[in-house]
């Protein structure tokens, strides 16, 4: 038995067609069993964006995406993109190749402690015999990752692999050709009645909100009704029945005595699905104006409360179907509730219609951007200021589009990658709108000798990390402000010559609007770097305390 042998039965037992591989020396014979498998194989030689682009592929596909570094520090640059995985419930194999146990703190190269390292951000973990004399310890490890793929919550799962020396003896001996697929959730759709019978209560009388949080892959969905107000998360991928929400209770809330304003609004029983929002407005009224009950709908009882409300978890598989009965109670649940959103919603509407668009700023080409966006294109969106515009902006009216963000960790690092990854695997055209420090920052997103030809970036480059001039308290900083904000004079012109990109730089509504019709129609990867003033796009903040 050889050691190629037993890390191919390893591997073409894993249940995923894609790998995300790095070079390296001491993951050779894994990058050769993976290439002599099923899987397709892709070359990211950055581990950190490596991650993030498997990341990008497994929210696309809903499949498990594979991952193979070599040992040492390449292992810990996965880290980031694993932390995001395992809070935004993502699937990720990780292969880390590693030193023997004795050349663990010997002074060997590349040797660290690898086992357990990523420990507290993992669903599971595995080690593999340091000996290679018998394939059936790697077949087990295959079989209990796959009943962890389909018991656990949805995350990453690190497999860690001791090599010896000398590795460089390839054989196909153990290799299956027979794709392992692993099966996506079936939708389960509930009503309101049926989770009212299941908790023994009455809601025909009751203020009922419905609140979808980010995707987690349960693929839980609540049957609306003419009396449940329903919000949705821009990453949760379903609809709203209530408009501009987000917007609207930004707005109130940025006004004296906002929250107490809002009380018209409180619900009595909250229902949620998914885990966390964008929304920090919502956030603040919830806490606020708690609910009597709050369920949230679960197969698992990880389950965050950010509202401070004492979520009960209800796994939906117990619930019974029950019929929806008559809600003609003095038309109490029908219509005061959900007309009290109606209304403030479309005052806030009317008022929003009425500013001009036409004004050159991040708010303001965001909004042209989610209203002229090609149907079926997937949306990405980098984390900081980019996420909140869309998700003060993005409505139902305007959205038939997939929208994703890396919301796990909420960090900026590898929005890039991931759309990058999306767009490896994706039919569609992929757009990511991004700031300026994010786009910079993932710059190896953009080391791909195979970019996909379907990314369309659209870069908001307001030379620095505007947010932190946006938002309460920076602004007491003095002179240190600048080590926040980062101000800077780059642009991505020389950058995306260099790796081969198309690219058009916006300085007006009007060179902006062109630019936006050469991105739609660009045969290469393209970015369209529109260029803002941090005064200007400060009126955003203006605007929104006017309304």
């Known amino acids: 038995m050889s050691i190629q042998t037993c890390i191919n039965t390893l591997v073409s037992s894993l249940p995923s067609t894609h790998a995300v591989v790095s070079p390296g020396s001491r993951n050779a014979p894994v990058i050769y069993a993976l290439n002599a ?63 023997p146990a004795d050349k663990i703190d010997a002074w060997d190269g590349q040797a660290i402690r690898q086992k357990g390292v990523y420990t507290n951000h993992i669903r599971a973990e595995f080690q593999t015999p340091e000996v290679y004399d018998d394939e059936a310890p790697f077949l087990a490890i295959a079989e209990r990752l796959i009943k962890c793929l389909d018991a656990e919550i949805s995350g990453p ?66 049957a609306s009704d003419d009396g449940t107000v329903m919000l949705s998360d821009i990453t949760s991928n379903q609809t709203s029945d209530i408009h501009y929400w987000d917007s609207m209770l930004f707005s109130a809330q940025s006004k004296p005595k906002g929250l107490d304003f809002l009380s018209v609004l409180r619900p009595d029983v909250l229902i949620t699905t998914g885990t966390t929002t964008v929304s920090k407005g919502l956030k603040r009224f919830l806490q606020y104006h708690k609910p009597e009950l709050h ?39 029908e219509g ?44 990405h969106i980098s984390n900081s200021m980019p996420v909140r515009y869309v998700s003060f902006l993005l409505n139902s009216d305007v959205s038939n589009n997939s929208v994703y963000c890396n919301r796990g960790t909420s960090g900026i690092d590898g929005s890039t990658s991931t759309a990058v990854g999306a767009a490896l695997v994706s039919r569609s055209d992929v757009y990511l709108v991004t ?32 947010i932190f001039e946006m938002i309460t308290g920076p602004d007491k900083m003095g002179d240190s402000l600048s080590f926040q904000t980062t101000p800077h004079s780059y642009t ?28 739609k129609y660009s045969e290469v990867p393209f ?18 305390k006017n309304l």
């Open 435 to 466: 700031g300026d420090v994010a786009f910079f920052y993932d710059i190896n997103a953009l080391f791909n000798t195979k970019l996909p030809q379907n990314l369309k970036v659209i870069l908001l480059n307001n030379h620095s990390g505007g």
């Open 492 to 519: 991505a012109e020389k950058l995306t010559s260099h790796f081969g990109l198309g690219y058009f730089r916006a300085e007006t509504i009007g060179s902006f609007a062109q630019g936006l019709d050469l991105l």
């Open 157 to 222: 799962i690190h497999i860690n692999i001791p090599i010896r020396e000398p590795f460089y003896d390839f054989t196909e001996d153990g290799i299956s050709k027979n794709p392992h697929l692993h099966n996506e959730i079936a939708q389960q759709t509930i009503n309101v009645a049926s989770i009212a019978a299941h908790v023994k209560q009455d809601f025909l009388s009751k203020k009922v909100l419905v609140f979808n949080g980010m995707d987690d892959g349960e693929n839980i969905v609540i």
């Open 336 to 379: 005061a509730y959900v007309n009290a959103w109606l209304n403030m919603t479309q005052e806030f509407k009317s008022r929003f219609s009425q500013l001009d668009w036409s004004l050159y700023n991040e708010f303001c080409v965001t909004n042209y951007v989610l209203n002229n966006l090609p149907k079926e294109a997937q949306l």
């Open 527 to 544: 970015v369209l770097e529109v260029i803002t003033r941090k005064d200007k796009n400060r009126v955003f903040l203006d605007l929104f």
């Open 37 to 99: 498998s099923k899987v397709t194989c892709h070359s990211i030689i950055d581990e950190r964006s490596a991650a993030f682009v498997a990341l990008g592929m497994a929210k696309e596909l809903r499949q498990p995406i594979i991952l193979s570094c070599t040992s040492g520090t390449a292992a810990l640059n996965y880290y980031p993109a694993i932390a995001e995985a395992f809070y935004a419930r993502v699937p990720l194999i990780i292969l880390t190749a590693d030193r």
């Open 295 to 333: 369920i949230h709908l679960s197969r698992h009882f990880e389950v965050g409360d950010m509202f401070d409300s004492s979520p009960q978890i209800i796994n939906p598989e117990e619930i019974k179907r029950v019929e929806e009965t008559d809600n003609d109670i003095d038309g109490e649940r």
